[in-house]
């Protein structure tokens, strides 16, 4: 997963939720700003402790896993885009 792709996640779950970005850097003990740049992406560099305390508030579990070298198929873009929006892992 790229830093836009876990920006998205992290502000779909913030948002579902019902936090503002002021609640959630609240929680974590972070700026608003450092957070509004990790879910836009436009962050260069962010520990993995933020990112940990994050998943921790919004009940996300952070995983690590081979690359793939292959290009993804149709099928499993869509169902990766299901388990996205429904909160389920594939």
């Known amino acids: 997963m790229d830093m836009q792709a876990l920006g998205v996640t992290l502000r779909t779950?913030?948002?579902?939720?019902n936090l503002t970005q002021?609640?959630?850097s609240d929680k974590v003990g972070m700026s608003r700003a450092t957070?509004?740049?990790?879910?836009?992406?436009t962050i260069?560099?962010?520990?993995?402790?933020?990112?940990?305390?994050l998943c921790a508030v919004l009940g996300l579990e952070l995983?690590?896993?081979p690359l793939t070298t292959?290009?993804?198929t149709l099928h499993t873009l869509v169902d990766?885009?299901?388990?996205?929006?429904t909160g389920r892992k594939p």
């Open 13 to 17: 779950a913030r948002k579902q939720r």
């Open 22 to 24: 002021a609640d959630l």
């Open 35 to 41: 957070l509004s740049a990790i879910e836009n992406g």
């Open 44 to 53: 260069n560099e962010v520990g993995i402790r933020k990112i940990m305390a």
């Open 63 to 65: 995983q690590a896993q």
């Open 70 to 72: 292959r290009r993804p």
């Open 80 to 85: 990766e885009a299901q388990h996205r929006k």
